[in-house]
Structures are given as C-alpha cells and as structure tokens.
C-alpha cells in the first residue's frame, strides 16, 4: 500500500533543521513499515526556513525580483531539505531524489523522496504529480497547523477550524493564482490538479507524529479533509 506525504518545510526546518523531528518521524516510519512489508511511502519535502530566507533575501535587495527567479532559489532550499530527507532514510531509499515527478521514476525502496521541480508552484503540486503517477488516491499534507480554517488564523484570530472542505470552496478560499513562499495550507496549482484527479488531501499538524500514524493507518485523526 502506497501513501503520498507531503512534508512541509515548515517543519522539516522552522528555523533550521529540527533534529527532534527528524529523529522522532524516522522512528515512526521505520516502525509504521516494518508492520506492513506491503507499505511504501513518498516524502515530497518543502523548503522551509531556507526557502523563506533566500527568497526574501532577493525580494529586500531587489524588489522587482521576477517570480521565476525567487521560485528557483525556493526550488534549491527544496532539494536542500530533500537532501536531508534522502539521506536520513538512506537504509530505505535506495533512489535517488525525484526533482522532476513526470520522469520516469524507479521506486525499488520503501521511501522515495522528492522535492522541487520547476517554477509556478510548490512542493504540494510535485505531491500532486507523484500521486496521479503512483496511483495514490490520498496525499497527507504535513505543515505547522492542525486544521484548515476559515481564514489564515495567523492573521484573523475570529477564523474558525474546518473538518471537510469541497475542492471548490477551498479553491475559493485559496485562489487560483501562483505567488512564491505564499503560505497557504495547500498550493492553488496543486489545488486545481487534485480537483481534476478527484484526490482527496488530508491536511493536519505534521508535529504531531502519532496523528499522522494514525491518518496513514485509516485510524481516527486531527486534520481537515478537502475533497
Ligand atoms: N485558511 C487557512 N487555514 C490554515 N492555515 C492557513 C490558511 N491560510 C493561510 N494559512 C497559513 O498557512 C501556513 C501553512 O503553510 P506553509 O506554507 O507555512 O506550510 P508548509 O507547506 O509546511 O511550509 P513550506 O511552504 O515552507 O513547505 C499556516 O501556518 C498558516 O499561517
Ligand atoms: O516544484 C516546485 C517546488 C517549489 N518551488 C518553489 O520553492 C518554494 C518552497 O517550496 P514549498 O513547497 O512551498 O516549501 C515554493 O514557494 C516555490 O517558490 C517551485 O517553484 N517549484
């Protein structure tokens, strides 16, 4: 059984790597698959702090910046942490790391690990790509926020937590236009793809290990689902 997790930078590296998580996620995973020899895994890493940091760098020194440019060095910190991921799960991911997810792609481990791609979007559309690819019908989001919610909660402290969300009112919610190192809880490319595909995307906490064991066993969880 195979499960796409979409593993934001943000917590991959808030600040910088977090050694905790890192250590804790790989205990997990490397239980959740010794369980089942039937499991596989695709970790797709964002870029996190790095992302952020280079990307608002160019925007302070030079604001006219394009988007193209701010997305490649987003795409760098990307492979960076993907990098990290890879290497970490070395004993189970014996590929090498995906940068482009409509390549053909070997998948003789039990992870696979993938990160940026190319200009217009985020990690969550590769997600997205490597879902459709691999035939998953689920991608399990992993940023810094339990919920989806009305409106960003960072911002407007009125908004309020959502259990499920259409593709559409999300859509709604989130846009349909690219813009580098937006936050938003999943990507508007990525959004209008799995719309299209008819996937379904689980949006939880990724610091909250056990919560994400439980949504990858089907067991009840913390989280929002859209579509
Ligand atoms: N409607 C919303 N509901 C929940 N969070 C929202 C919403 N709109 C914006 N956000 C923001 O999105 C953030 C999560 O997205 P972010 O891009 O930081 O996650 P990530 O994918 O883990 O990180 P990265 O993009 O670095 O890989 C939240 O911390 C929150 O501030
Ligand atoms: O395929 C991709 C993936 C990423 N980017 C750029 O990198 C940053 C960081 O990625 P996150 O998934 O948001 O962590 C993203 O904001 C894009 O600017 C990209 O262009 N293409």
Redesign the pocket.
């Known amino acids: 059984m195979l499960s796409v997790l979409s593993l ?2 943000s917590i991959i590296a808030p600040h910088q790597p977090d050694t905790a998580f890192l250590k804790a996620f790989r205990d997990a995973v490397i239980n959740y698959l010794n369980e089942d020899k039937e499991r596989k895994l695709i970790l797709v890493c ?3 702090a790095p ?1 952020r940091a280079y ?1 608002g760098a160019l925007r302070e020194v030079l604001p006219n910046s394009d988007s193209y440019t ?2 490649m060095l ?2 760098k ?2 492979h960076l942490n993907g990098s990290l991921v890879k290497a970490i799960f070395s004993d189970v991911c014996l590929d090498d790391l995906v940068t482009d997810p409509t390549q053909d792609i070997q998948f003789t481990g039990r992870v696979l690990v993938a990160a ?11 997600a997205v790509y490597l879902a459709k690819k691999f035939g998953g019908k689920l991608i399990i989001n992993l940023s810094n926020i339990a919920k989806v919610y009305t409106d960003d909660p960072k911002k407007d402290p009125n908004a309020k937590p959502i259990d499920d969300i259409s593709w559409d009112d999300f859509i709604k919610m989130v846009g349909t236009e690219w813009i ?2 937006k936050n938003t809880p999943f990507d508007p490319i990525a959004s209008g793809l799995a719309r299209e595909a008819g996937l379904k995307v689980v949006c939880a906490d990724g610091r909250n290990i056990e919560n994400t064991m439980n949504i990858l066993k089907g067991l009840e969880y913390t989280g929002t689902t859209i579509g």
């Open positions: 934001g930078g964002g870029g996190g992302a990307q701010q997305d987003g795409i910190a990307t940026g791609w190319k200009p217009g979007f985020s990690t969550d559309t590769d580098p190192g």
